[in-house]
C-alpha cells in the first residue's frame, strides 16, 4: 500500500497536528519516566497495527536507554520475566484500553485495581490520556498509510515548538 496522503504537507493538517503534538508534549512532561510512556505507546500501536508508530515508539524506547530485550518483548511482556509488576499493570491497561471492541467491558477492575496499586492519580491521568493519544495517533497514520521505516528519534519535536 502507498501512502494515501501525507498530514504534514497540507496546511489544515499541519495545523492539527502541531496541536495534536501539543496535547502529546503535556503526556511527555508527566510524572512519567519517558522510557514508560514510549513502552505502553509500543504496546498500543503494535495492537493497532500501525507501522509508523510500531517505528516512532521503538527508536524513542531506544533513545530513552530501553534495551532491545525489553523493546523486543512488549508484544509478549505477560510471558517474561523483564518488566516489573508496576510496567506489567500499565501494559495490561494500554492493552484494556485500546481492545475496547474486543472487551465490552473496557479495563477490568482487576487491571484498575493494580494500576492504582503502582501509580498516584497524577499518572494515572497520564496513563489513561496517552492511551487515548496514541490510539487516535495510530487511527490517523493507518488511515492515511502513513509508513514506518523512516523514523529518527527526536523527529517531531519540531511540531511542538
Known amino acids: 500500500m502507498e501512502p494515501r496522503f501525507d498530514m504534514f504537507q497540507n496546511e489544515f493538517g499541519v495545523k492539527f497536528t502541531k496541536r495534536f503534538a ?19 505507546s509500543l504496546r498500543v500501536s503494535q ?18 536507554g530501553e534495551s532491545a530485550t525489553r523493546i523486543n518483548l512488549v508484544a509478549a511482556w505477560r510471558e517474561t520475566t523483564v518488566f516489573t509488576e508496576a510496567e506489567q499493570a500499565a501494559l495490561a491497561f494500554a492493552e484494556e484500553g485500546t481492545r475496547l471492541a474486543d472487551a465490552y467491558t473496557g479495563v477490568s477492575d ?3 485495581s493494580q494500576v492504582r496499586k503502582h501509580y498516584d492519580d497524577d499518572e494515572i ?30 523527529m517531531l519535536d519540531a511540531m511542538t515548538n
Open 22 to 40: 501539543g496535547a502529546g508534549l503535556l503526556v511527555q512532561q508527566s510524572p512519567l519516566s519517558r522510557a514508560m510512556l514510549e513502552l505502553v
Open 47 to 64: 495492537i493497532n497495527g500501525c507501522g509508523w508508530c510500531v517505528d516512532m515508539h521503538t527508536q524513542e524506547a531506544a533513545a530513552a
Open 110 to 112: 482487576d487491571t484498575w
Open 125 to 154: 491521568a497520564a496513563l489513561v490520556s496517552l492511551v487515548a493519544l496514541v490510539n487516535a495517533a495510530n487511527r490517523l497514520a493507518v488511515t492515511v498509510h502513513h509508513k514506518g521505516g523512516s523514523y529518527e528519534p527526536g
